[in-house]
């Protein structure tokens, strides 16, 4: 079998199995791979760079707003979850323990690491004790181990990468600033960086964060309709602070205790960037985070190959040196035509092709993977029409999900209408609640939807509860989630 065809393999369609496209692509684009410990995966390097750019800029907006990042212990003693009641009955059933070490028990069992909370709060017990010490704001890049039951690349997986930030403050006011703030980072990244729209909203009661009084999100909306919490931020209020001393003489000179937050972002953004953007043809990456934003092919018969790459690798150093994430794929094995598929494949942004017509007229060709729109341009302006089209791409990717989720959510005023809806249709509902558990806990049961959070900008308000017809106090977004 020749190399092309064993190449050209296919990917499921999305529209005949969501999930196996899913799978198909992320290991034919070869982001990651299977590791022999169950739900555990091995990120491939062109996995693991979307996930340094994320990470990179991330950490630069963290730090503008005052940030500074240090690490904590991967293991937790028992008797710290026993501290916080509420925070270890919400992670008791995901978390591993480790009970001996050089072949003795131990004496105290010790969690590997779900979040850093109960950690960060002994330390933060120890390192503040006046007002003058506060605000203290930090935050980590780390793994965590949540014993998930069922998993998913990216999205769901027993250990996974990610960044948590605690903060410390003196008054409550302060620290829901600071909880409401690094929700609006997230939202301006996803958004700007990831060309993925996001509502944001508070989650109610129920979907909280274990320990929180107030949990915030941002919610992305999947091709297959399904929604992916892309963002939270945890307002904590004196819990953590009660439960592991976090006192501080105020101005007063009196003892108070520290009003705490947490927030968080992790490695599900790139399933979340895979699911939203991609197609049947492979992964489509957003420019700022695609590990190549240019591939560069050149064309032509074998007689004008050295002129045509001499030219190309005037080209790459130009762009390169211009901080373009650029490759050149001069392989002489493989067709034009078979390069063609395997970058639009990978997702990357741009192809750029140069041949011996090209050179005499001092131009070349970018073809962009969204539109598939065809661009002569003169190799004089390169630079210029490179950054033009990769604002472009994230442009168009941006739109197409913001239209995507439009055209896929709905509202509804009773929970018949949501269960007819979602046995034809895919997406996300918005409705009225009343407020109860009851109710949230009967549209779970009857659709398999759950709440997403509570809107800041509701399109429109909902006078009723959609299950039982008493006075809605919030109109709620609803979807079946990964």
């Known amino acids: 079998m020749s190399k092309e065809k064993q190449f050209v393999t296919e990917i499921t369609p999305q529209a005949e199995d969501f999930s196996r496209w899913y799978i198909d692509v992320i290991k034919k684009a070869e982001l990651m791979d299977y590791s022999p410990v169950r739900g555990c995966i091995v990120f491939r390097p062109e996995g693991y760079e979307i996930w340094e750019h994320i990470k990179e800029e991330l950490d630069r907006r963290f730090k503008e707003t005052g940030h500074r990042n240090a690490y904590f212990p991967l293991f937790i003693p028992e008797s710290f979850f026993q501290k916080e009641k509420e925070h270890v009955e919400g992670f008791n059933p995901e978390l591993p323990w480790v009970t001996e070490a050089g072949g003795e028990p131990l004496e105290e069992r010790l969690a590997i690491r779900p979040t850093s909370e109960t950690m960060i709060g002994h330390m933060y017990s120890k390192w503040i004790q006046s007002y003058r010490d506060l605000p203290v704001l930090i935050n980590q890049w780390a793994n965590v181990v949540r014993w998930e039951k069922r998993t998913l690349p990216f999205l769901r997986t027993s250990e996974f990468l990610w960044q948590e930030g605690h903060t ?145 690798d005037e080209l790459f150093g130009q762009l390169k040196q211009a901080g373009v994430r650029v490759r050149v794929d001069d392989r002489s094995d493989v067709s034009p035509g078979w390069k063609f598929n395997e970058y639009e494949m990978r997702g990357v942004p741009i192809r750029l092709e140069l041949g011996p017509r090209d050179m005499d007229n001092g131009v070349c060709v970018l073809v962009s993977r969204v539109s598939g729109e065809k661009r002569v341009v003169n190799q004089s302006d390169l630079l210029v029409e490179i950054e033009n089209m990769l604002e472009q791409v994230h442009r168009e990717m941006y739109d197409k999900a913001a239209s995507f989720r439009t055209e896929n959510t709905f509202a509804v005023d009773t929970l018949d209408e949501m269960k007819a809806l979602f046995e034809q249709k895919r997406g996300f509902v918005t409705a009225g609640w009343c407020g109860s558990e009851a109710c949230e806990k009967q549209v779970k049961e009857e659709t398999g939807a759950t709440s997403r959070n509570i809107p800041f900008e509701p399109s429109e308000r909902k006078a009723a509860c959609l299950c039982c017809g008493d006075k809605a106090e919030h109109t709620v977004v609803f979807a079946r989630a990964y």
């Open 168 to 312: 410390a403050h003196e008054t409550e006011t302060e620290a829901r600033e600071e909880t409401m703030r690094m929700l609006g980072v997230y939202r301006s990244f996803v958004e700007d960086y990831l060309a993925i729209p996001v509502i944001s909203g508070e989650k109610t009661p129920s979907e909280r964060f274990a320990g929180a009084v107030d949990t915030y999100s941002i919610e992305a909306m999947m091709k297959d309709g399904r929604a992916v919490q892309a963002g939270t931020s945890h307002y904590l209020g004196n819990k953590f602070a009660v439960a592991f001393d976090i006192k501080y003489l105020d101005r007063e000179n009196q003892l108070q205790f520290a009003h705490t937050t947490s927030w968080g972002v992790s490695t599900r953004l790139i399933g979340s960037l895979i699911m939203v953007h991609g197609d049947d043809r492979g992964l489509v990456l957003p420019p700022k985070v695609a590990p190549t934003q240019v591939i560069m092919i050149p064309i032509g018969p074998p007689k004008s190959r050295d002129a045509v790459l001499a030219r190309v």
